[in-house]
């Protein structure tokens, strides 16, 4: 299996950006990721500034993707993601949601047993390994990797992990994939701007889709197809999420907008994603099954 070391990554996703590999679809290709501090945190007592989101977020890659086209969509399948021993945590003033009552700073490793986040002795937490940041160059712009859109990048969906597939868009030829700021485990909102962050070595196969629509960014994760949408407002992303399923459910299933909307009223699912970045991100939720009763199938 082609490997893509931690140390080559961008912290922006860039049409601009050199490929730093290649790959034919169908290929399977590890990323190995740093945690979202690039490794910097050794310490608990260690003196780091906060800084803003220019040098957080590397994310590996760009992986160019023989055959991938503008219009065309990539869908990358998550075969496995490897966890390092330990995660870490940074917290303080300004931190997230909740960063008005922190006052103090706090960084807090999180080593992992026997398949478990230790995270005091009280504490045994299950993990939940997810991918932060994929996404594939924008449309002639860059995006910092610690900014979520159109093209993925810092989504912090925590359906994202192993087993699931992402559908991302292709802007610019070989789409330049990229991704890291894996979490060991985090909870729906990321309410003070981490999760239990670590390094991993994430393995994914890549495939190029033509003559296909789908809203996106999209994933198939367990039993559920969702779409996932960010902007400034979690009311606004919340729309989004929900226009992207309708307008699905017409294209794939042909029906109009007024029974896919009852539909989707009863079986979909908002959830938010996170609420801390600098666009926020929600995702709705609709049940596979429901196209496969119709005869629809995800590829
Ligand atoms: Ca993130
Ligand atoms: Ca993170």
Known sequence: MQRIARDQSVFKLSPWNDPVAQASPGDTICFETYDCYSNQITQENQVLPFSGWDRVNPATGPLYVQGARPGDILRVEIMDIILDSQGVMRVGPGSGALGHV???????FIPIKDGKAIFNERLELKLNPM???????PKGEEISTGTPGAHGGNMDCKRIGKGSVVYLPVHVP???????????????????????EIAAQIQVKVDVLQNLWLPLPMVVSGSDLITIASEATLDKAAVTASQMMLVFLQQALGMDAQEAGMLLSLMGNLHICQIVDPLMTVRMEFPLWILEAYGYRMN
């Open 102 to 108: 922190l006052t103090e700073r706090k960084t807090k």
């Open 131 to 137: 991918i932060g940041v994929i996404g594939t160059a």
């Open 174 to 196: 070989g789409a330049l994939l990229a991704m890291g700021d894996v979490h060991a485990l985090m909870g729906d909102g990321e309410v003070i701007v981490c999760g239990m």
